[in-house]
């Protein structure tokens, strides 16, 4: 099956910019969807299609798909941005919707 | 507006069975594609399922042959019936709208399964 990897943590400081990978093999053939989850909340989508953005979703977010990484770029930090993030594909040779495990991002 | 509730969650012991439903209003279930996602305590995301418009049904491995995605096209509801469940299935269960490519657009505010003796 396939797997995508994320790093279990990123802290970034109010302002400066917070970047999440998220690998897996040749993940840049595939589309590459983002969602943000605060305690308590369910997801929310931030990015779908590596790069296009929700109605809402502020334009600080960004994302960027190529070879063998995915990346979720967060420009700007606020207190608010603080939550776990996570890829996602459609792994179309099973038809099965595949997560990572997720980022937390802190907000030092 | 695009909302979705979930509801028949709740307590069941090792073995049991328990019937999930996902109401949807602002579109047709039975017109999109629909999925089940499930995240465990402190744990992440979990896929489980998903029902394409024309029926067709996919699961995780993890689920395949204990669990079945199945729509009602007259009340728009989604379901998902878990039968013989094991203590790792006790987690948050969401709904969600799920589009062309995978991506997952909506989601239910998400219901509490624990299956415990």
């Known amino acids: 099956s396939y797997v995508l990897t994320q790093p279990p943590s990123v802290s970034v400081a109010p302002g400066k910019t917070a970047r999440i990978t998220c690998e897996g093999n040749n993940i840049g053939g595939k589309s590459v969807h983002w969602y943000q989850q605060k305690p308590g909340q369910a997801p929310v989508m931030v990015i779908y299609?590596?790069?296009d953005r929700p109605s809402g979703i502020p334009e600080r977010f960004a994302g960027s798909n190529s070879g063998d990484t995915a990346t979720l770029t967060i420009s700007r930090v606020e207190a608010g941005d603080e939550a776990d993030y996570y890829c996602?594909?459609?792994?179309?040779?099973?038809?099965?919707?595949?997560f990572g495990a997720g980022t937390k991002v802190t907000v030092l | 507006e695009v909302q979705l509730e979930e509801s028949g969650g709740g307590l069941v012991q090792p073995g049991g069975s328990l019937r999930l439903s996902c109401a949807a209003s602002g579109f047709t279930i039975s017109s999109n594609y629909m999925s089940w996602v499930r995240q465990a305590p402190g744990k992440g995301l979990e896929w489980v399922s998903v029902?394409?418009?024309?029926?067709?049904?996919h699961y995780a491995e993890s689920v395949k042959g204990r669990f079945t995605i199945s729509r009602d096209k007259s009340k728009n509801l989604l379901h998902l019936q878990m039968n013989s469940l094991k203590t790792e299935d006790t987690a948050v269960y969401y709904c969600?709208?799920?589009?062309?490519?995978?991506?997952?657009?909506?989601w239910g505010q998400g219901v509490q399964v624990t299956v415990s003796s």
């Open positions: 299609y590596d790069s």
């Open positions: 996602q594909v459609w792994d179309s040779s099973t038809d099965q919707r595949v």
């Open positions: 029902i394409y418009s024309d029926g067709t049904t």
């Open positions: 969600a709208r799920d589009e062309a490519r995978g991506e997952l657009d909506y």
